[in-house]
Each structure stands twice: as C-alpha cells, then as structure tokens.
C-alpha cells in the first residue's frame, strides 16, 4: 500500500554532517506523522525524531536534540532527517516510518522502509 526508500546513508567523520532523505510512494497521504528510528547491531531500535502531518509540531530523543532536525515536503512525500555535529554513538541504520500519529513508538508505525546506513568514524 505504501512504499518508503531511504536515502543520504554514508561514512563521516566525528564532528560532520549528513541529511537522510525518505520518499513515500503508493498509497501515500500527507495526514499522516513521518519519524525516524535508527537501530545499532544488537540492540533494539530507538526512536529518533517524529513529526506531524502539518510539520508544526516536532519531537526528538534527548540524544540528538540539538543536533538533528526533521522536517518535511508534503507536496514531494517526502521527509528528510539533518543532522549535523555527528558523534561515533550515531552510527546505525536509520529507518523512516508513516503511521497515524507522531509517536516516540515504532510499534505506531504501519509502514518502514528498509532503511540506510549511517557510520560515524575517524
């Protein structure tokens, strides 16, 4: 019904920056919240940042507040992650998801990409 693709994945260097892109295909609709998650090997994943069908309202993990900002191009489905000040702790995949309401939860999430990558190191 929806499709996501993740996008903007690389290597970088402690202290730099990347902006991760997600387009929405499909069955798609701007009433619906957009976040990112991210997910280190073996841990659990992590929410990171979520907003709001409107892109008025905004939420972050304490862990990146600051740093990264989520944004949105209802007109491009698409939802784009900034984050600058890159730290080592950063490394994942980074994963975008659509659901209902923006949630700090990714079982809220009814569609994920497949994510991209993200490695911080020196």
């Known amino acids: 019904q929806v499709q996501l693709v993740e996008s903007g994945g690389g290597l970088v260097q402690p202290g730099g920056s990347l902006r991760l892109s997600c387009v929405a295909s499909?069955?798609?609709?701007?009433?619906?919240?957009m976040g990112w998650f991210r997910q280190a090997p073996g841990k659990e994943r992590e929410f990171v940042a979520t907003i709001a069908s409107s892109g008025g309202t905004t939420f972050y993990a304490d862990s990146v507040a600051g740093r990264f900002t989520i944004s949105r191009d209802n007109a491009k489905n698409t939802v784009y992650l900034q984050m600058n000040s890159l730290k080592s702790e950063d490394t994942a995949v980074y994963y975008c998801?659509?659901?209902?309401?923006?949630?700090?939860?990714?079982?809220?999430?009814?569609?994920w990409g497949q994510g991209t990558q993200v490695t911080v190191s020196s």
């Open positions: 499909g069955r798609t609709s701007s009433s619906y919240a």
């Open positions: 998801g659509t659901g209902p309401w923006a949630s700090m939860k990714s079982s809220r999430y009814s569609y």
